[in-house]
């Protein structure tokens, strides 16, 4: 089945630790974004890379990172440096990056902080 | 700087009830706007994309308005079925780039009552 996976379903981090949230794509797609979203709110971006080993920051990156090195693959590191890491995490991925591109969603990875 | 508003934030209707979902946006610049489901804890699914050239756009039971220069789309929903129960978002492309970077509402959380 082609798609989109996110591990863990559910995360759980001490304050002062980084974690990382994977997300792969066999959709061959050569978008992908992270979006975080907060109860009763949209999502917001995080981080987005149009191609492989090429990322750029969302509107809420300050605590996070990503790598792109294979284009299945899009990990995010949610640092001790963000301050209200509790929240909701997607990854989404599309076609191209254009405006004409519908994005594809994962089913989620929930953190919790502790 | 780009806003999305939905209402109301939640909604509660009997089976079989028609219902509409509102969507407004600041700033008409935009590409095109995107309906998404969203069921609890899940990720997203795309229902209806309008480009901004398009006034309207049908699936099924689910017919999605655009008007640009009121900034505003409208989702209507027929013959509601309890299936229906979702969080139900829009978002909005924007209109510089060409980075497909979405602009979310805080969504409208819909329970249909058999």
């Known amino acids: 089945d082609g798609g989109i996976t996110q591990s863990p379903k559910y995360l759980f981090r001490k304050e002062g630790q980084n974690v990382t949230l994977s997300c792969e794509q066999n959709l061959n797609h050569d978008a992908m974004y992270w979006y975080r979203q907060d109860p009763g709110q949209g999502l917001r971006l995080i981080y987005y890379?149009?191609?492989?080993?090429?990322?750029q920051k969302g509107d809420i990156a300050e605590g996070y990172s990503v790598s792109r090195e294979k284009k299945e693959s899009f990990p995010l590191t949610v640092t001790s440096a963000q301050k209200n890491p509790t929240a909701f995490y997607l990854c989404?991925?599309?076609?191209?990056?254009?405006?004409?591109?519908?994005?594809?969603f994962g089913p989620g990875t929930r953190l919790t902080v502790l | 700087k780009q806003e999305v508003t939905q209402i109301p934030a939640a909604l509660s209707v009997p089976e079989g009830e028609n219902l509409v979902l509102n969507c407004s946006f600041t700033d008409s610049a935009i590409y095109n706007l995107q309906w998404f489901r969203q069921d609890p804890g899940k990720g997203l699914t795309s229902l209806l994309l309008i480009q901004s050239s398009q006034r309207e756009q049908t699936s099924g039971r689910l017919n999605a308005s655009l008007d640009k220069s009121s900034g505003r789309s409208t989702l209507y929903i027929a013959a509601s079925q309890p299936g229906d129960s979702a969080t139900y978002l829009c978002a909005v492309r924007r209109g510089s780039g060409n980075t497909g970077k979405l602009i979310f509402g805080q969504g409208t959380t819909l329970q249909v009552k058999p």
């Open positions: 989404a991925s599309s076609r191209a990056s254009g405006y004409t591109d519908t994005q594809y």
């Open positions: 890379s149009q191609i492989v080993n090429d990322f």
